[in-house]
């Protein structure tokens, strides 16, 4: 049993091209986040939801929209992509919003554009 | 806010020696703070944590951690390396935000 699952794992495009990467949790947690992991492995937040609602919004491209249906799915749609959105993108999810909760993540998405 | 240092980008250990994986902080609140690890092509998985409680944390596969406020440090040990251990690793500060380290890269040599 996955407890957060991305699709697709790998995904090859072309710069100006639009794709979505979708991300699913079982754990009935409250929020969820995207990250964003450089080829130095540095990672930083995107985005979370809890409940739906929008909570972190870093500073990132409007180009990066998150859609979250209901709180055990929050999607990640990239319009007109770049060649700097090459990297490897982490959905996780956490019971509680802030605190001490434990982050689950997902197996990563890793994107290439080209 | 917050931030963290991990102040070695890559520590190389021999098989059987001891790992110190080093992580210093700076936070407005009363922080928890995390280790994850990260094996190569793989998501991360939480090695320990501490919320407050004991200062000395136990977490999996052998390591531990302590924190010590004074120092503002949060550093990873394990007694004995082994080849599986090989991987990168975050320390994370958890005030108000999510913050990660750099990471640590972590050889094992036989």
């Known amino acids: 049993d996955t407890a957060v699952s991305q699709t697709p794992k790998y995904l090859v495009t072309q710069m100006g091209n639009d794709k979505s990467i979708k991300c699913e949790q079982n754990?009935?947690?409250?929020?969820m986040y995207w990250y964003k992991q450089d080829s130095k492995k540095f990672l930083k937040i995107m985005f979370s939801y809890n409940n739906k609602e929008l909570i972190i919004n870093e500073t990132v491209p409007n180009r990066f929209s998150p859609k979250s249906p209901d709180k055990a799915h929050l999607n990640l749609h990239i319009n007109s992509l770049e060649l700097g959105d090459s990297a490897v993108y982490f959905c996780a999810s956490t019971l509680g919003e802030l605190g001490s909760y434990e982050q689950y993540f997902g197996p990563g998405t890793r994107l290439t554009v080209t | 806010a917050q931030s963290v240092t991990q102040l070695d980008s890559h520590v190389s250990v021999s098989e059987g020696t001891p790992v110190l994986l080093r992580c210093n902080y700076s936070?407005?609140?009363?922080?928890?703070l995390f280790w994850y690890v990260q094996h190569p092509n793989k998501g991360l998985q939480l090695l320990l944590k501490y919320t407050s409680a004991a200062t000395l944390v136990k977490g999996i596969n052998g390591f531990e951690a302590e924190f010590k406020k004074s120092e503002t440090s949060f550093h990873l040990t394990k007694p004995s390396a082994h080849m599986s251990d090989a991987a990168e690793y975050f320390c994370v500060v958890d005030g108000q935000n999510f913050v990660f380290g750099p990471g640590t890269r972590l050889s094992v040599l036989p």
């Open positions: 936070s407005s609140y009363s922080p928890s």
């Open positions: 754990l009935g947690h409250d929020t």
